[in-house]
Structure formats: C-alpha cells, structure tokens
C-alpha cells in the first residue's frame, strides 16, 4: 500500500533553516509528480511546492519563493523540502502529498513551529 512518511520538523528560530523528508513507499516513486502542503491552526491546507516525476520542474507558492525548495532523490524515493530564512507564519503541519491512480495520499504530517 501506498506510505507517506514525512520527518525533519521542530522548533526553530525566526531566520533559521529546516529541511523535511518525505519517504515514499508501495507505488513506483520515479512515475508520480509529488507535493508538499502545510496546515495552519484554524486555517485551510495549502499547496506550498510541488515537483515533476523528473524533477524537471518545480512550482510554489508565492509565500515561500526564494525561501523553500522542493527536490527529490528517485533512487531514495525520497522528496526534500529544503527550508530557510523561516518566519512565525510558516508554522503549521507539513504533509506530502502524491496522486496514485486517482486517489490521492497523505503523510502524517511533521510539525514546523518558528518562534523565538
């Protein structure tokens, strides 16, 4: 069955640098397009990058330009949110995401709290 598990999150400092992991598993990693998304308390999921089934090509959202950026190793069958420069608003569950023959999958989520 398809399994989704992100890590990587924790408490970090205004300014400071996390990098998250998603580690994919029971589907052929290499052929799907993956995402991130994140969840704010009392606020609705949101896209915050996604990534080709290559690589190839990448897209976020305009809060986290030049801050975040998604990658993927297709031989670990592992997607990477590299995140810097973190402010108070990036706090929030951040979950992977993948659609697999036209369900789609969740993560757990990993808790990302930026805070001084």
């Known amino acids: 069955q398809v399994q989704l598990v992100e890590s990587g999150g924790g408490l970090v400092q205004p300014g400071g640098s996390l990098r998250l992991s998603c580690a994919a598993s029971?589907?052929?990693?290499?052929?799907?397009?993956m995402s991130w998304y994140r969840q704010a308390p009392g606020k609705e999921r949101e896209l915050v990058a996604g990534?080709?089934?290559?690589?190839?090509?990448?897209n976020y959202a305009d809060s986290v330009k030049g801050r975040f950026t998604i990658s993927r190793d297709n031989a670990k069958n592992t997607v990477l949110l590299q995140m810097n420069n973190l402010k108070p608003e990036d706090t929030a569950v951040y979950y992977c995401?993948?659609?697999?023959?036209?369900?789609?999958?969740w993560g757990q989520g990993t808790q990302v709290t930026v805070s001084s």
């Open positions: 995401k993948t659609d697999w023959r036209g369900q789609t999958y």
């Open positions: 029971g589907f052929t990693f290499s052929s799907y397009a």
């Open positions: 990534i080709t089934r290559s690589g190839s090509s990448t």
